[in-house]
């Protein structure tokens, strides 16, 4: 393995550029590519063999491109296929959702909420983790199907967002949870609007935490690259997409190169 | 080509069972055969070229499976591909848009609004086929993403329901047309919604059109089956899908039997 090869990222769409921006806050010098398979997005509401099968697929493409390291950025992938791929890849693949539960941990006093989609939330990947590492902790989840499309059609505020975020979030709020793991790469454009309806609970944001994870496994495996030299970062994805101009300038908070086109 | 061979026909979900359910009732002699690609499911954001390819391979399944035609229930891709697929294979294949338009034309006394997904609204597959058909008529037409979601999580009714049918409509309504056609498999499920909405409008649904004019190409072809034997309806998808049973039970109006899953 050589210091300077890309990180690898990939989810099911266009979401998971919120992990790309942090990891590349986070760590400047690395070179990264980006897979969305967008042919193929939403995984969230698919079947474990189904999700399993694009995983693969998207990671054989990453080692096509070499990567030393890959980032799972989508939850349902991370929920219900990471531990299958560790067994099949040899190089160090991780998800979002130990990270993002490693943080929510640490700041909880007791009480977490967790949304996702349908697969993230019916695979309990969270809600078993968390049991693991602390018995006492009262777990709630609900998956919000509506939220991506939401945020997909730029609803980020107003009357209609408020009502579904009331709609899916009004039992966290009778719990009285005092922190929510967001489980989903498209929910941080919702932060807003969630954090005006449960005033006072943590919100945790899994893209940030899973970029201080792989800076330490890259640090582990002495695979960050140390090398100054000017930094790529290629964004490819599996269908064209209108809206992905626009989405990477919200997503990444500034214009993007080029893209190039996979076929899956 | 042998009457007693099925019909196929294919959606990029579950949606399509409504003209499943159309065709059935209309002839009930019929062997049918249905695809729902749920493994890729949505078609309505994606690109041509990838509709076209997801459309080619699921035409070549059904012919596997021996169909005499093919109705293509999806809109997306009846506007997108339904030429090129004419183009390539033998079979007839007719698509819900011209059974719509001509059912909208027949009704309409000049102001038709169109509603669909983004890639069947961009497509402008029904507005250059009504203006081939009738320059004088007015057109209008909205994409409406919210509508499947909203559906698929079984929100038919209610306030966020009646908000987003009003961001949606609110243009049609001002613009006093009076004449929609449904240009989405789902949207049938929300026609009680937007029927209160724009009261006095007539709603045109393809679904039951389609069904009428794949009757006509099988008289054409005289490929119409007249043995009154046992009937044999086959559902095939290419993911299991948790919500299928009780879609096809919204959809069909009764249980479904056996289910079998593609590999795509």
Redesign the interface.
């Known amino acids: 393995m050589i210091k300077n090869q890309p990180i690898g990222i990939f989810d099911s769409g266009i979401g998971g550029l919120t992990v790309l921006n942090e990891v590349g806050k986070l760590m400047p010098n690395e070179n990264i590519v980006y897979f969305g398979d967008?042919?193929?997005v939403p995984y969230g509401?698919?079947?474990e063999?189904?999700i399993k099968k694009f995983s693969v697929e998207n990671i054989l493409f990453l080692l096509q491109e070499k990567v030393k390291m890959v980032v799972v950025a989508c939850n349902s992938s991370s929920a219900l296929a990471l531990d299958y791929l560790n067994d099949i890849f040899r190089i160090p693949i991780i998800g979002v959702i130990e990270a993002g539960i490693n943080k929510a941990l640490a700041v909880t006093s007791g009480k977490i909420g967790i949304i996702g989609t349908?697969a993230t939330i019916?695979s309990k990947a969270y809600q078993k983790n968390i049991t693991k590492k602390n018995k006492k902790i009262k777990i709630f989840s609900k998956s919000c199907?509506?939220f991506?499309?939401?945020v997909?059609?730029g609803?980020v505020g107003g009357?209609?967002t408020e009502?579904?975020v009331e709609?899916y979030l009004e039992d966290f709020k009778k719990k009285k949870i005092d922190t929510i793991i967001l489980g989903c790469t498209h929910y941080p454009l919702l932060k807003k609007e969630i954090a005006k309806y449960l005033q006072g609970v943590t919100i945790v944001n899994s893209a940030q935490e899973v970029a201080n994870h792989a800076k330490e496994v890259l640090d582990h495996f002495e695979l960050a690259n140390e090398k100054k030299s000017k930094v790529s970062k290629k964004l490819c994805l599996?269908?064209?997409?209108?809206?992905f101009t626009k989405f990477a300038k919200l997503f990444l908070k500034k214009a993007v190169a080029e893209i190039k086109i996979i076929n899956v």
């Open positions: 967008t042919a193929r509401n698919k079947s063999l189904i349908k019916e199907p509506l991506v499309p939401l997909e059609e609803l009357e209609i009502k579904v709609m599996s269908d064209e997409s209108k809206n």
